[in-house]
Protein backbone atom coordinates (compact mmCIF):
# COMPACT_ATOMS: atom_id res chain seq x y z
CA UNK A 1 0.00 0.00 0.00
CA UNK A 2 1.50 2.68 -1.27
CA UNK A 3 -0.23 5.98 0.62
CA UNK A 4 0.61 7.26 4.01
CA UNK A 5 -2.64 7.95 5.44
CA UNK A 6 -3.79 6.07 8.71
CA UNK A 7 -6.61 4.36 7.85
CA UNK A 8 -8.96 3.56 10.62
CA UNK A 9 -10.19 0.16 10.28
CA UNK A 10 -12.84 -1.75 12.33
CA UNK A 11 -12.68 -5.42 12.88
CA UNK A 12 -15.61 -7.15 13.47
CA UNK A 13 -15.70 -10.77 14.58
CA UNK A 14 -17.00 -12.91 17.89
CA UNK A 15 -13.21 -14.86 17.39
CA UNK A 16 -11.80 -12.56 20.08
CA UNK A 17 -8.36 -14.18 18.85
CA UNK A 18 -8.79 -13.21 15.27
CA UNK A 19 -9.31 -10.03 16.34
CA UNK A 20 -6.31 -9.79 17.96
CA UNK A 21 -4.23 -11.54 15.80
CA UNK A 22 -5.25 -9.82 12.55
CA UNK A 23 -4.49 -6.16 15.00
CA UNK A 24 -0.67 -7.64 15.78
CA UNK A 25 -0.57 -8.70 11.64
CA UNK A 26 -1.27 -5.08 10.39
CA UNK A 27 1.15 -2.34 10.10
CA UNK A 28 0.66 0.24 12.96
CA UNK A 29 2.09 2.69 10.82
CA UNK A 30 -0.90 2.18 8.23
CA UNK A 31 -3.56 1.48 10.53
CA UNK A 32 -5.23 1.95 13.86
CA UNK A 33 -7.21 -0.89 14.08
CA UNK A 34 -9.99 -1.29 16.99
CA UNK A 35 -12.13 -3.97 17.18
CA UNK A 36 -15.75 -5.12 18.35
CA UNK A 37 -17.54 -8.60 18.60
CA UNK A 38 -21.08 -8.21 17.08
CA UNK A 39 -22.78 -6.76 13.78
CA UNK A 40 -25.21 -4.94 16.23
CA UNK A 41 -22.58 -3.14 18.57
CA UNK A 42 -20.30 -2.29 14.85
CA UNK A 43 -23.06 -0.34 13.37
CA UNK A 44 -23.58 1.66 16.61
CA UNK A 45 -19.82 2.25 16.27
CA UNK A 46 -20.08 3.24 12.94
CA UNK A 47 -23.02 5.42 12.91
CA UNK A 48 -20.81 7.99 15.31
CA UNK A 49 -17.42 7.24 13.93
CA UNK A 50 -15.53 7.34 10.18
CA UNK A 51 -13.40 4.15 9.50
CA UNK A 52 -11.92 3.82 6.40
CA UNK A 53 -12.50 0.09 6.36
CA UNK A 54 -14.48 -2.71 7.20
CA UNK A 55 -12.99 -6.38 8.28
CA UNK A 56 -16.61 -8.79 9.13
CA UNK A 57 -17.23 -12.13 9.79
CA UNK A 58 -20.17 -13.27 8.45
CA UNK A 59 -21.24 -15.26 11.12
CA UNK A 60 -21.91 -14.28 14.13
CA UNK A 61 -24.21 -14.51 16.84
CA UNK A 62 -25.68 -10.94 17.40
CA UNK A 63 -25.95 -9.09 13.98
CA UNK A 64 -24.02 -10.62 10.94
CA UNK A 65 -21.74 -9.51 8.54
CA UNK A 66 -24.75 -9.43 5.78
CA UNK A 67 -26.84 -7.11 7.76
CA UNK A 68 -24.24 -5.51 8.92
CA UNK A 69 -22.68 -4.55 5.48
CA UNK A 70 -26.30 -3.98 4.34
CA UNK A 71 -26.67 -1.36 6.95
CA UNK A 72 -23.37 0.32 6.63
CA UNK A 73 -24.40 1.34 2.80
CA UNK A 74 -27.13 3.02 4.24
CA UNK A 75 -24.45 5.92 6.19
CA UNK A 76 -23.21 9.17 4.47
CA UNK A 77 -20.27 8.04 3.71
CA UNK A 78 -19.99 4.11 3.82
CA UNK A 79 -16.66 2.38 4.53
CA UNK A 80 -14.80 -0.03 2.60
CA UNK A 81 -16.13 -3.97 3.36
CA UNK A 82 -14.27 -6.95 3.11
CA UNK A 83 -16.13 -10.34 4.52
CA UNK A 84 -14.32 -12.79 6.47
CA UNK A 85 -15.84 -16.15 6.00
CA UNK A 86 -15.29 -19.69 7.04
CA UNK A 87 -18.83 -21.08 5.21
CA UNK A 88 -22.04 -19.40 4.45
CA UNK A 89 -24.89 -20.22 2.93
CA UNK A 90 -24.91 -16.78 1.05
CA UNK A 91 -22.75 -16.60 -2.66
CA UNK A 92 -19.89 -14.74 -2.82
CA UNK A 93 -21.77 -12.94 -5.51
CA UNK A 94 -24.23 -12.27 -2.94
CA UNK A 95 -21.95 -11.04 -0.88
CA UNK A 96 -20.19 -8.74 -3.36
CA UNK A 97 -23.61 -7.73 -4.85
CA UNK A 98 -24.12 -6.36 -1.29
CA UNK A 99 -21.37 -3.91 -1.29
CA UNK A 100 -18.58 -6.10 -0.15
CA UNK A 101 -15.20 -5.12 -1.41
CA UNK A 102 -13.29 -8.55 -1.34
CA UNK A 103 -14.03 -11.86 0.40
CA UNK A 104 -11.39 -13.88 2.48
CA UNK A 105 -11.99 -17.22 3.20
CA UNK A 106 -10.84 -18.39 6.81
CA UNK A 107 -8.15 -19.66 7.57
CA UNK A 108 -6.43 -17.02 5.84
CA UNK A 109 -2.84 -15.65 5.90
CA UNK A 110 -1.20 -12.44 6.00
CA UNK A 111 -0.74 -11.90 2.32
CA UNK A 112 -4.21 -12.66 1.46
CA UNK A 113 -5.17 -9.87 4.49
CA UNK A 114 -3.23 -7.45 2.75
CA UNK A 115 -4.38 -8.33 -0.82
CA UNK A 116 -8.21 -8.03 0.06
CA UNK A 117 -7.24 -4.92 2.08
CA UNK A 118 -5.59 -3.54 -0.75
CA UNK A 119 -8.77 -3.64 -2.93
CA UNK A 120 -10.08 -1.28 -1.24
CA UNK A 121 -7.93 1.61 -2.56
CA UNK A 122 -7.83 0.64 -6.27
CA UNK A 123 -10.73 1.66 -8.28
Known sequence: MQNKKKYKLLIVDDE??????V???????????EYTH??????KILSHQNYDLVLSDIKM???DGIELLTNIRTLPSPPCVVIMTAYSEVSKEEI?????KAILVKPFDLDELEEALEKCFTN
Open 61 to 63: KRG
Open 23 to 33: QLCLDEDLFQV
Open 96 to 100: LKTGA
Open 38 to 43: SGQDAF
Open 16 to 21: VDLCKF
